[in-house]
């Protein structure tokens, strides 16, 4: 009852909309994986993929309910990445993770975890970065 009761104190759409984003994040990365050449990038992918879905998960005990990832933009994501390779599309991911990461910062004061979760975003953007300046990407 007190992570629901929380909830109605603080904005309800931001948080089911943080569980969109995150569940959506987590479909991203686990489908961008597949499109690794090299078996540590697609680990790499696959355990941020696991963090996006810990966050996802985290968010539903607050909000109480499931939300399914945004087809359209995972489909996006892949599409991107087919035709204009993954590095593209990981650069791209790096501007969700900026933005999600800013979201979290400005929600912290309201809503438990969040700087912890903007913390991970930050690590997530670092790592793609890192991933980036790889040659065989």
């Not at 904005?11 to 961008?32: G, M, V, W």
């Not at 309201?110 to 040659?135: I, S, T, W």
Request: proline letters at 2%; a negative charge.
């Amino acid at each position: 009852m007190g992570k629901r009761r929380m909830i109605r104190e603080v904005t309800r759409e931001l948080l089911e909309q943080s569980q969109k984003n995150e569940i959506t994040e987590y479909a991203i990365y686990l489908r961008l994986a597949k499109l690794a050449k090299d078996p540590e990038q697609e680990q790499l992918l696959l355990q941020i993929a696991a963090e996006e879905k810990a966050h996802a998960d985290q968010w539903e005990a607050f909000t109480g309910i499931e939300i399914n990832p945004n087809q359209l933009t995972v489909g996006w994501y892949i599409l991107v990445g087919k035709l204009l390779g993954l590095s593209f599309a990981l650069r791209q991911a790096v501007k969700r993770e900026i933005k999600t990461s800013a979201h979290y910062q400005q929600i912290s004061h309201e809503v438990p975890g969040a700087n912890h979760f903007c913390d991970e975003e930050e690590m997530h953007r670092q790592q793609l970065l890192d991933l980036l300046k790889e040659k065989n990407i």
